[in-house]
């Protein structure tokens, strides 16, 4: 018993030993770990300046403490939080999908759709224009088709006239 | 007394530019040509007082007149001359001077043109160029004057004014701080004239239609006479963008040249609608359509080109606190309102005089991709727009600043560049008015094949990145296409002529300028397509601390840290500067040497990379830290840029390409004029 008394606090010294060595034999994050995370960020006080890429003493020091988190077993996820809470959202390379933010996102795509739209609507008289000009050649009585239809050749008239005007 | 002179000069040239809007104004209205002509004259005398004035703070800034404000801020003892003229924009007074001078430049040479034809246009062209010209000048005379001076008070305080208050005496600095060291690059020395020459030349365009609304001669003739303008205007914006992309690339030390910077994207914007406007305006010319589209577009433009101005000029992009207490930011903001609002206005009042001519016939014809082709432009621009002001929305409504940076635009826009890459390979094939996709297939099956071919050469290559094969099927294809235009077009002039391929070549080209000008730039973006896939889905990069002849490996390469020597130079700098080895499989290919000056004067480091250029790749290496003492270690950056020369080869193949397509035609009308007034004088000599 008093052996096995002994032998306790020997094998905690041996693992506290042991974990001791552990940790001096993790590796450092190298530069490209650093900058990996480093990249996603902005500077926080400069100008539009990824955080990676900052040349400043301010942003050097962020850089080493972003290699210190990640030497405790930080992250990403949980640096660049780190970094928001510090910083606020600045410092992330886009604004947070929430509140306000969605308008970046949803505005452009919304806008595209209009142009779209707009341009198929440029493209529907031609359409009609294509079926009065059939009209125009097999006559239909009544309705729209027939009223376009004798209505292209008054527009012809009159083109022709003012090409006819401006030649004079 | 120089300086006092400079300034008293900007404010007769202020006065010349009002009168000229007034007189101008007036002959129209009354109507009296020679009040027209007193504006125009008044409009040409902007130029020699504007360059008397520019010359003024040149001398002030060769000389040394530290007691300047201006020149103390841009300039010092031991800079060279060239940096001092160049000086001149090195900072806010002096770039508004110096866009004023050559927005003179460009004003005082549509004047000197033929206006026999036109006479109507004459006097809006007159207000609206007199109108931006009297507000730069104004910026500069109420806000931002670069002929202040430094007063000292007798509690020993500096001011500055440009006349002594009461109390104080000149205060004359013994240096001045020195140009920003990121100015002093070759590509920022060139880069911002082109850019303002860019800017101010589409001043022109607009100019014209606004003369075209206001006198209701709604025709394509504005527009043909500004054809020229416009390309020039787009050259020297697309070189000015350019040589700012080189400029980043070679100083700023990130291994990239586009940022997606709000500054980089207010010079964008512009050139957007300008590239939009620019093929626009071919429907108007061919079938007289999208007289409303075209005339917005040049609007935008120009409320771009200020708006752009103004954002690099007003500190709102710092913060829209910064803008609110700078003086210059809100001038910008009403001028830009007014002339939009004023312009708008116009286009609605004429909207019934500008209704097409004909109509869209075929989703295949050539206008219709014309038209697609300005939906992804303007597509483009929103993203853009909105990229850039969301962040001053979102500060003015929540307080809180956020950053819209390089992921938001390059998703957004990806897709849009490659459809426009599309467009511009199958655009070209289809027919004014009419077109089918058999007609299109037809012109199209060989250069497909041979596209497919291509990719599967690049598969077997390895190529696996999923979006470089879409990109690159899509390159190659419109490459393709766009090279067999130019051998059909050449093969029909040989058969035809029996000339030589050579031969054949340069004549299809000289009596066909603008259509294979068009195609070069085709090619040329095709070529700046290539080296930005290249550099955006492969680029890679590593940083590490190495000892002397110790390596880092990146791309395949190998990077050796041989030595480093630091020196203090007569320019009052500091140099770091390393010597590395660069190594491909144990063979030596060359010996770079990347380095970092300090500026004393400025108090400023700047990184200049080692670079080896290959038309395969770069490798660019930063010298990121080293150990101050024994120089035993240092930290480099490599990055290995896969393709990128091809973005310069690119771009030296555009301006070619633009040269070709801007160079002037004989002028078809006075062409004949002259063969009539030939023939009658035979005839009248036959008599």
Known sequence: ?168 | MIAQFGYFVLWISLATSLFAVGAAVYGYYKPSQRWVDSARNAMLLSFPLLTLSALTLIYLISNNHFEIDFVYAVTSRSMPTYLKVTALWGGQAGSLLFWSWLMSVFASAVMLRKWDRDREFLPWVIVVSSITLAFFISLIVFYENPFARYWQNFDGSVITAMFQPNGSVPFIPADGRGLNPLLRHPGMIIHPPMLYLGFVSFVIPFAFSIAALVTGRTDDRWIRITRRWTLVAWLFLSMGLVLGSRWAYDVLGWGGFWGWDPVEIAAFMPWLTGTAFVHSVMIQEKRGMFKHWNTLLIILTYSLVIFGTFLTRSGVLSSVHAFAQSAIGPAFFIFIGVTFIASASLLIYRWNDLKSESKLTSVFSREAFFLLNNLFFISILIVCFWGVIFPLISELATGQKVTVGPPFYERATGPLFAALIFLMGIAPLSAWGHSTYKTLGRAMWKPAVAAVVAEVAVIAFGLRNPYALVGFLIIFLSLFITLHEFWRGIRARSRATSENFFLSSWRLVGRNRRRYGGYIIHISMILMAIGILGIELFQTETQGTIAQGQSLNVGGYTVTYKDLAIFDTADARNVARAVVEVSKNGKVLAELHPRRDYFYESQQPMTIPGVRSTIESDLYVILVDWQPILATGATFKVYYNPLVNWLWAGSILFIFGALVAVWPDKDPEYESARERAKSAQQTSAAD
């Open chain 1, 1 to 168: 018993m008093k052996k096995l008394l002994w032998t306790i606090p020997f094998v905690l010294v041996l693992a506290l030993l042991w974990k001791g060595h552990v940790a001096a034999q993790a590796p450092t994050p190298s530069d490209d770990d650093v900058n990996l995370v480093a990249k996603q960020l902005f500077c926080p006080v400069c100008e539009n300046t990824p955080l990676d890429v900052c040349p400043t003493q301010a942003c050097a020091q962020w850089r080493a403490l972003i290699r210190q988190k990640l030497g405790e077993g930080w992250t990403d996820a949980q640096i660049k939080q780190y970094f928001v809470d510090q910083y606020g959202a600045r410092v992330l390379s886009e604004p947070p999908r929430a509140g306000l933010n969605w308008l970046v996102y949803i505005v452009p795509p919304i806008l595209f759709v209009v142009g779209v739209v707009i341009l198929v609507r440029t493209f529907r008289p031609a359409e009609n224009d294509t079926y009065s000009e059939s009209a125009d050649t097999t006559p239909v009585s009544g309705g729209e088709s027939s009223s376009e239809g004798a209505a292209a050749p008054d527009e012809y008239t009159a083109r022709l006239e003012d090409e006819l005007k401006k030649r004079n």
